[in-house]
Nanobody, 115 residues
Framework: QVQLVESVGGLVQPGGSLRLSCAVSGSIFCFLRMAWFRQTPGKHRELVAEITRGGRTNYADSAKGRFAISRDSAKNTLYLQMNSLNPEDTAVYYC?????????WGQGTQVTVSS
């Protein structure tokens, strides 16, 4: 069974930075992609950034130039470095691992950008 445990988010001032991490345990040898999504009340969960098994990355337009996704294979940990945060980035952030058989999700972590 695959389990994903995200780091605690927090309150960040506009213009600030925050790094999220997601510890992945279990059998992930055959994963296809790892990603970060986010969701705000009343809206669908949206993709923020993804990294394929081969290391190719893809970002939502809102994240390009500000966020960076990375993976430490040795530690089985996924990261999301977020810079130049603004109030529109306030959301619950979820990490995700995709397999041929389906998806696994973390529990979600709240990120609030406010002065």
């Amino acid at each position: 069974q695959v389990q994903l445990v995200e780091s605690v988010g927090g309150l960040v001032q506009p213009g600030g930075s925050l790094r999220l991490s997601c510890a992945v345990s279990g059998s992930i040898f055959c994963f296809l992609r790892m990603a970060w999504f986010r969701q705000t009340p009343g809206k669908h969960r949206e993709l923020v950034a993804e990294i394929t098994r081969g290391g190719r990355t893809n970002y939502a337009d809102s994240a390009k130039g500000r966020f960076a996704i990375s993976r430490d294979s040795a530690k089985n940990t996924l990261y999301l470095q977020m810079n130049s945060l603004n109030p529109e980035d306030t959301a619950v952030y979820y990490c995700n691992v995709a397999f041929m058989s389906g998806n696994y999700w973390g529990q979600g972590t709240q990120v609030t950008v406010s002065s």
